[in-house]
């Protein structure tokens, strides 16, 4: 499942305003060079969710001065519940990659309340999703065995690693600003 570029987005900004520059710079710096986004899809994306009512564009007031052309986007009120909700509630069929991109950006933007809801979600999909996988009988294809043993493993590493997130997140919440939202 390819990931909406619509919730990543929402989730850079639970912070502060920005411009789709600055999300673009932001998406780049969380994910580096393996998951490129160009600046023409994160503006498409901005007018889709201006368009919707989940962000504000302040096309009056730039960002800094001198970037007349780099309106500020900040979150409504719909486009936080937006974001934190697509934090907080991982699907029970959510992929590797889904939870990696949560996770990260959990960890990265979320306040500690949608951070914390986050984790609870993620674990219970998790343990729910490992109960789940009972080995095959004796007498199945040999195939069916690997792919049990490889979900088996992969399930557990997950675990695992949903479980050091909060040592990764620090004291960050604690220092950032309180988040901006309009109307």
């Given at each position: 499942m390819t990931l909406a570029l619509d919730e990543i987005l929402l989730v850079l900004l639970s912070r502060e305003p920005a411009s789709a520059y600055d999300l673009q710079r932001r998406h780049t710096q969380i994910f580096d060079s393996h998951r490129p986004?160009?600046?023409?899809?994160?503006?498409?994306?901005?007018?889709?969710?201006e368009r919707s009512g989940y962000?504000?564009?302040?096309?009056?007031?730039?960002?800094?001065?001198?970037?007349?052309?780099r309106p500020a986007c900040?979150?409504?009120?719909?486009?936080?519940?937006?974001?934190?909700?697509?934090?907080?509630?991982?699907?029970?069929?959510?992929?590797?990659e889904e939870f990696y991109v949560r996770g990260v950006l959990a960890v990265a933007s979320a306040d500690r309340e949608?951070?914390?809801?986050?984790?609870?979600?993620?674990?219970?999909?998790?343990?729910?999703?490992?109960?789940?996988?009972?080995?095959?009988?004796?007498?199945?294809?040999?195939?069916?065995?690997?792919?049990?043993?490889?979900?088996?493993?992969?399930?557990?590493?997950?675990?695992?690693?949903l479980q050091l997130l909060p040592g990764q997140r620090g004291h960050r919440a604690d220092i950032l600003p309180a988040p901006t939202t309009y109307p």
């Open positions: 986004v160009e600046l023409g899809r994160v503006q498409a994306a901005v007018n889709r969710l962000l504000y564009v302040d096309t009056v007031t730039p960002l800094a001065k001198g970037y007349q052309n900040a979150l409504t009120v719909s486009g936080r519940r937006r974001q934190r909700s697509w934090l907080a509630d991982v699907p029970e069929g959510a992929s590797i949608t951070f914390d809801a986050f984790l609870r979600s993620s674990l219970t999909v998790i343990r729910q999703r490992q109960q789940g996988l009972a080995d095959p009988a004796p007498d199945s294809p040999p195939a069916l065995h690997a792919k049990v043993a490889f979900e088996q493993q992969m399930t557990g590493a997950l675990l695992a690693w």
